[in-house]
Structure formats: C-alpha cells, structure tokens
C-alpha cells in the first residue's frame, strides 16, 4: 500500500514488508519514508488548515458520520485484515472494528459540542466592567504516532477527534501494522479535502523523530512504550504532547470476592489480544486464604482457551506480534522460575505463538511484573491481607488501571482511593475500556486523557476575549 500525502499516494523505491505473524507470509508493501516525505506531509497538511476552518462544525460532523458509515459497510474486510497483520482472532478483530466504528460516532456526535464558556472576570481584582468568554480553537497539525496492539482503533482515538476539533492530521502508523490504518485513511480522504488526514510510513526513530522535532507540528499525540514516550516529550519542545503509555495492570482478589468471577475478569484481562494490551492484567494479586482454590480454577479455564489459525473463528488465543516478541516473553518467564516462581500451565512457545500461562509464587522483585510483559501470562502473587496487597499494587512505575474483586464495601473503596491508577475498577478486571471515557494513566503511564469528550480537551487551544464595557 502507498502512503497518503495531500490526497495522492505516494510510494518510494525503499519498501517495507508486512508479514502475517501466523505463518510468515508477506502480505503487503508499505513505503519506509525518509524526512523529506515527512516534509511534504507537514507542508500538505499546513496547506489545508484553511480548508477545514472553512467547513462548518455541522458539515465536518455529517463527513465524519459518512466515514462511519464506509468503515460499517467495510466492517468484515478490515477485520480481516487486521487478523492478517497483527494475529490476533478474528472475534477480536470484529471487536476492534466496530470500536472502532463506536469511536467515529462519538467524535462525529461530540464535533458539535465545542463550548466555551463566559468567565466572571469580576471575580478577581481590577475585572469589573469586563464580558468575557472562551473560545476552543483548533491546535493545528497534530501527529498521531501510535502503537501495533490496537492500530486501528487506536489511531481513530486521534484521528477522528483532531479532525472533529478542525485539526489536519500526520499518522505514522506502526511499522509492523500500517495496512488498516491507510486503508481507513482512504475513506476520509473521500470526504475530507486533500492534505486533511496524511499518512506517513517508515521508521520511528527517523519519521517518528521528524515529527516530533518539527516547529511546523502543533501537537503529539503518541501512543506506545514508556521508553520512546520519554523520548518524545524530551524532544518535543513547547507543542502540546499527549502520551497514552505502557501499563503494568494489578488487579487485586481479596478472600471475599466471588472467585468464579475473578477467574472470568482474569482470564479475559490476561490473554486478550495475547495479553498485548495495555490496560491488561499483569499482576493478579491473590489473598492468600483463597489462592489455592484461586490458581486451581484459573488453570481449569485456561487450558480451555483455543490457539490456532487466527481467522478461524473457533480461536481464542491468536500470535503474538512477532516470533522476537514471543521469545522475549519466553525468557522473561523463565527467568521467573530461575528465581522461584512455578508455571502451572503453559509456559510452551511454537513461532510466534506462545501459550495461555498462569505463574503462581510470582515476587513483586521478579522481571516478569517489575517491567511491562506483553504476552499471555497470568502472574499470581500471593499477599497475606489488604494493606499488602496495595502495597504491592502501587510498587510499580506505572499507573494506566487497575481493578480489585471483593465483596467487601470499605475494602473497595479503599482500594478505589489508594491504588495509584488512572482508573480503578471494582469487581471487573483492568482490561475494560468504553470509548467515550476519560482514559489515561498516572505515574510512567502518560500524560493527558483520552476518550472522545476528552481528547477534545488535548486537541484544541483556548483563547480567552475579553470585552471591556466600561
Ligand atoms: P513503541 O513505542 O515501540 O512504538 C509506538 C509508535 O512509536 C510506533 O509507530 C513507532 O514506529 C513509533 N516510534 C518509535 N520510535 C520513535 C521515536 N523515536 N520517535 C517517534 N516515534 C517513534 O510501542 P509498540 O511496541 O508499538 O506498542 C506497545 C506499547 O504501547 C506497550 O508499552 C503498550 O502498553 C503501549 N500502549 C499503550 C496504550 C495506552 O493507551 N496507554 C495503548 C496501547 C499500547
């Protein structure tokens, strides 16, 4: 697939492949960009500022609601495609589309709301004699840089409110996952005019960093790991900067929690997407009156999980990225049981597929859950009461969610004020995410919110007039 600068595709002699994690296969071509196409995109994507502060709030939502419709009657092909690119099961493509479906809507709903407000300068000194009000103005050209786990919805979470808000947008999408991105791409530049959305394809470190450092980019909005977001707000100067990062998830079962229900949360939170989630459960931490009877169940409805051919619907536990990423998980988990920690199922790696794992007498010291591990596994740190267990949940750089099963009132809420997270769910594990909530961690997890009403908020500036009637 070509890029999209200023309307047209654009190719280049460099090429990428994108191959199938499942089986190897090269399933398409995209263009590696180097700084001077990252150059023509910032120019195109300047150039049609105008056209979109020309367009009606009204007209930018009725385009957007045209994209909701393509990308519904395109829902089965782009699930599809997702499956080819990333491995992850075909229901959860299908999720994943219409998400990402759910998150246009809302963005188009949400186009209509852009209030200021009036502001009683009256209220401080010297401001009698003043009308004041708000107004929310688009930012510009904003770069959405995000990661392969989620790619499309994901890039919509930026896309769609930057465009909602009259912003013209650059994507750079995941080298390993750029196809769906261009694909819905293509259906905005059908409505929108030329230069509006833009994709830019290549490496990171070069058309990423480009980006990031151009004063001609207004804003960042970057989705990915805790190391490159770093980098990004180091180098990203006076723009404004909203890093959606990596996530180490606890979710805490107390001795009162109904268990068959903490197993179901877990299983879905740990091995959803193969456990690449940002938002997934990382550590469970069990009280240890009830671990035994906890791990045992744990076990019995993992090994009912199916791994396979991803675009066969009976799958539930598709590849992981890559057979690199799968091997990394492998040796993180061994490196665990080196130190003590006992798999009582799966722990078996084939490509880039590696199998539903539950690690039980899992140290909070132990890699395993001290770094972000993308991959199926389920760690099970026991922890002998309550106040242990928050202490363990909070010993972590980051804080994207966390999520807590009892049955117990003061004990959730409790857990609801300590735990230092961006969300805190109780009786439903971390991995759990409408689209149209404020979205966002503390800590090493990021910077700012996501979620449509919320994005709005990154992805405008706001001017203050002032009239004085005196
Ligand atoms: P990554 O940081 O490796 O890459 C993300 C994007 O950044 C890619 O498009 C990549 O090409 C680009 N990039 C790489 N180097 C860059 C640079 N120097 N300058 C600018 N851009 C650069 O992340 P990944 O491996 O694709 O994704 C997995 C990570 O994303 C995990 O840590 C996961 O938790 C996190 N994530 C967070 C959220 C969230 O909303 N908080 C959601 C999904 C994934």
Same mark, same amino acid.
């Given at each position: 697939m070509d890029m999209l600068i200023g309307g047209k595709h654009i190719s280049s002699d460099d090429l990428a492949e994108v191959k199938n994690p499942y089986n190897g296969e090269v399933i398409d071509t995209v263009p590696i960009a180097h700084r001077q196409t990252a150059d023509l995109a910032i120019m195109e994507a300047n150039k049609a500022k105008e056209s979109l502060i020309e367009m009606s709030a009204f007209k930018v939502s009725n385009k957007l609601l045209n994209v909701v419709k393509k990308l519904e009657d395109k829902r089965e092909e782009f699930a599809k495609l997702l499956t080819l690119e990333v491995g992850k099961p075909i229901n959860e493509s299908l999720v994943e589309v219409d998400r990402s479906i759910e998150t246009l809507r809302l963005s188009a709903e949400e186009a209509k709301r852009i209030y200021g407000e009036s502001v009683p300068l009256d209220a401080g000194l010297n401001g009698k004699g003043f009308f004041a009000f708000t107004q929310k103005l688009p930012v510009g050209v904003v770069a959405a840089i995000t990661p392969f786990n989620y790619p499309l919805n994901l890039t919509i979470h930026k896309?769609?409110?930057?465009?909602a808000c009259k912003n013209t947008v650059i994507v750079k999408p995941p080298t390993e996952a750029p196809l769906t991105v261009i694909k819905f791409c293509e259906l905005l530049n059908e409505e929108f005019p030329p230069g509006v959305v833009n994709v830019v394809t290549g490496y990171g470190s070069e058309v990423g960093d480009y980006l990031v450092c151009s004063d001609e980019v207004n804003k960042i909005s970057f989705t990915g790991s805790v190391t490159t977001g770093m980098m990004i707000s180091q180098k990203a100067g006076m723009k404004k900067v909203t890093l959606e990062l990596g996530g180490n998830d606890p979710v805490i079962i107390l001795?009162?929690?109904?268990i068959d229900k903490a197993v179901k949360g877990i299983i879905n939170g740990a091995f959803l997407n193969a456990g690449q989630v940002c938002m997934g459960v990382k550590r469970v931490i069990v009280e240890e009156d009830i671990a035994d009877e906890f791990a045992r169940k744990l076990v019995n409805e993992t090994e009912k999980l199916i791994m396979g051919?991803?675009?066969?619907?009976?799958?539930?536990?598709?590849?992981?990225?890559?057979?690199?990423?799968?091997?990394q998980v492998e040796e993180t988990v061994k490196n665990a049981v080196e130190k003590g920690a006992k798999i009582l199922t799966g722990g078996v790696r084939d490509g880039a597929f590696y199998s539903a794992t539950v690690v039980d007498y899992v140290t909070r010291d132990m890699d395993l859950v001290v770094r972000e591990t993308f991959g199926p596994i389920a760690p099970i740190i026991r922890v002998?009461?309550?106040?242990?267990?928050i202490d363990v949940a909070n010993d972590t750089?980051?804080?994207?969610? +966390? $999520?807590?099963?009892?049955?117990?009132?003061? @004990?959730?809420? #409790?857990?609801?004020?300590?735990?230092? +997270? $961006?969300t805190v769910f109780v009786?439903?594990? @971390?991995?759990? #995410?409408?689209?149209?909530?404020?979205?966002g961690g503390f800590k090493n997890s990021g910077v700012g919110k996501e979620g449509i009403k919320y994005a709005f908020d990154e992805m405008t500036k706001t001017k203050l007039i002032g009239l004085n009637l005196r």
């Open positions: 896309i769609a409110p930057a465009i001795k009162d929690a109904d051919n991803p675009l066969d619907t009976k799958t539930t536990l598709g590849t992981l990225i890559s057979e690199k990423a799968a091997i002998k009461n309550l106040d242990e267990a750089e980051y804080g994207l969610q +966390a $999520g807590v099963f009892t049955s117990d009132y003061s @004990s959730s809420m #409790r857990c609801a004020q300590e735990i230092e +997270a $961006g009786n439903k594990q @971390s991995t759990f #995410r409408t689209d149209n909530m404020p979205f």
